[in-house]
Antibody, heavy 124, light 112 residues
Framework: EVQLVESGGVVVQPGGSLRLSCAAS????????MHWVRQAPGKGLEWVSL????????YYADSVKGRFTISRDNSKNSLYLQMNSLRAEDTALYYC?????????????????WGQGTLVTVSS | QSVLTQPPSVSGAPGQRVTISCTGS?????????VHWYQQLPGTAPKLLIY???NRPSGVPDRFSGSKSGTSASLAITGLQAEDEADYYC????????????FGTGTKVTVL
């Protein structure tokens, strides 16, 4: 059974930093690209970042580019999101999601498994 | 900043059929990129419902079906059941520079 368990969400002041983690199990972690998707309270879903299976390629939404860094440790079946220069608008439930695709290229990716999320609150 | 537009809400009585539209543009659905759908039950994480416009993962009832045409896509739920009450989101790839993947604005389905 695929399991994704996020951790690391806390209350942090504006301008602060935080690292989220996602522990994966139930599938061959280093075979798949992984994503972070967030959901502000009462709002819709927003894709945040993507990392390729080997960590060699990373992509970010403009809203977090230059402030967030995605990484992974395949030896530990873990995904990370380093969040710097946090803003109030980064307040959200952050989901780790497994990527899947039925063809080559990034454009047919979808998210077939999701964790339960970890809450990040940016507030003074 | 969702770039895929969905109706905020749809409703139907048990057993009825409801549809949810997802309207995009020439940089996403209209460019030929596929559409995927997710169901989010209250207080839970999203769950994949449809991938590749019309394919159901194993375990998803065949009451759920998807289609795509032009710059839009649709999710249909036939034989509506109480447990279908949830938020539904479409998702696609976007070739603009702001984000790889974009989600719809979300639709709340209410079973009357």
């Amino acid at each position: 059974e695929v399991q994704l368990v996020e951790s690391g969400g806390v209350v942090v002041q504006p301008g602060g930093s935080l690292r989220l983690s996602c522990a994966a199990s139930g599938f061959t972690f280093d075979d798949y690209a992984m994503h972070w998707v967030r959901q502000a309270p009462g709002k819709g879903l927003e894709w945040v970042s993507l990392i390729s299976w080997d960590g060699g390629s990373t992509y970010y939404a403009d809203s977090v580019k230059g402030r967030f860094t995605i990484s992974r440790d395949n030896s530990k079946n873990s995904l990370y999101l380093q969040m710097n220069s946090l803003r109030a608008e980064d307040t959200a439930l952050y989901y780790c999601a497994k990527g899947n695709s039925y063809s080559s290229g990034w454009y047919n990716y979808y998210f077939d498994y999701w964790g339960q999320g970890t809450l990040v609150t940016v507030s003074s | 900043q969702s770039v895929l537009t969905q109706p905020p809400s749809v409703s139907g009585a048990p057993g009825q059929r409801v549809t949810i539209s997802c309207t995009g543009s020439s940089s996403n659905i209209g460019a030929g990129y596929d559409v995927h759908w997710y169901q989010q039950l209250p207080g839970t994480a999203p769950k994949l419902l449809i991938y590749g416009n019309s394919n159901r993962p194993s375990g998803v009832p065949d009451r759920f079906s998807g289609s795509k045409s032009g710059t839009s896509a649709s999710l249909a739920i036939t034989g509506l059941q109480a447990e279908d009450e949830a938020d539904y989101y479409c998702q696609s790839y976007d070739s603009s520079l702001s984000a790889f993947y974009v989600f719809g604005t979300g639709t709340k389905v209410t079973v009357l």
